[in-house]
């Protein structure tokens, strides 16, 4: 027989934000129950039974039959669960009635296996892009998850949905070109280069020279002036000398 979980479910009668509190504080969980063809049925589960769901195999893919007061009972699946934004308490769960005998279209994780060749030996970066892939299947052949070797990925190449073992258990229903995951090369630390330094001139510095030399000039030309009026008046001395000689000669 099917691998189904049992839970007990009792129908709630009241649907206010009150009620839906005091179910809370008992323990138990507002649901919903959706049907194909039959009205919606605001129900109250435990929280106990919730968790162990999430802790089983199949996890939210869970076969469940809900059994509701004495006589009603029915096949169903988590469809979505809704948690407190502030925690991961559960506050809410909706189920969605399932029939044995007819497909069901579902998310099932993706398990990698093995280690890359450009990630062991060429120095890559694996990349995890889809880790969940939607498939179609019977209630009761519903894969636990989808298990995928990507030891021989090289960089650059990679595992598509179109890459994934064929089975006749269950159709792959995600884009045949969505990515699994990848081996990309992981980006190269720029390097700075270190610019050549042109040898800028500084204002002046050639001009340098020439002020010095202009300075040199000035120097002489200062000596030379300081000479001239010593040779002048060496001249004038010997003339007044001449002068004084020849009085006393005559």
């Known amino acids: 027989m099917e691998n189904l979980i049992t839970i007990k479910a009792e129908l709630r009668n009241e649907i206010s934000k009150q009620a839906r509190k005091g179910l809370r504080a008992q323990g138990k969980i507002p649901a919903v129950v959706y049907g194909i063809t039959a009205e919606s049925i605001p129900i109250a589960v435990s929280l106990g039974d919730i968790k162990g769901i999430l802790k089983s195999e199949n996890k ?14 029915f096949d169903a699946m988590i469809k979505a669960i809704q948690y407190d934004y502030l925690s991961d308490h559960i506050i809410h769960v ?3 009635r399932i029939d044995l005998n007819k497909p069901v279209e579902v998310e099932v994780p993706v398990v990698l296996e093995g280690e890359p060749i450009g990630v062991k030996t060429e120095d890559g970066l694996l990349e995890f892009i889809s880790r969940e892939v939607l498939v179609r299947s019977l209630p009761t052949s519903i894969p636990k998850e989808i298990r995928v070797d990507i030891s021989a990925l090289h960089i650059g190449q990679s595992i598509k ?3 994934l073992a064929k089975t006749e258990a269950y159709q792959l229903i995600s884009p045949a070109n969505s990515v699994i995951c990848a081996v990309a090369a992981k980006a190269k630390e720029e390097v700075a280069e270190v610019a050549e330094v042109a040898e800028v001139p500084v204002e002046g510095a050639e001009a340098a020279p020439e002020a010095a030399a202009g300075k040199e000039k000035g120097k002489e030309g200062d000596k030379a002036k300081e000479a001239a009026p010593a040779k002048g008046a060496a001249k004038e001395a010997d003339k007044g000398a001449a002068k004084d000689k020849a009085k006393k000669e005559g």
């Open 60 to 73: 939210e893919n869970s076969l469940l039959r809900i059994i509701q007061g004495e006589k009603s009972k």
């Open 94 to 96: 909706d189920f969605i």
């Open 161 to 163: 949905v179109e890459n």
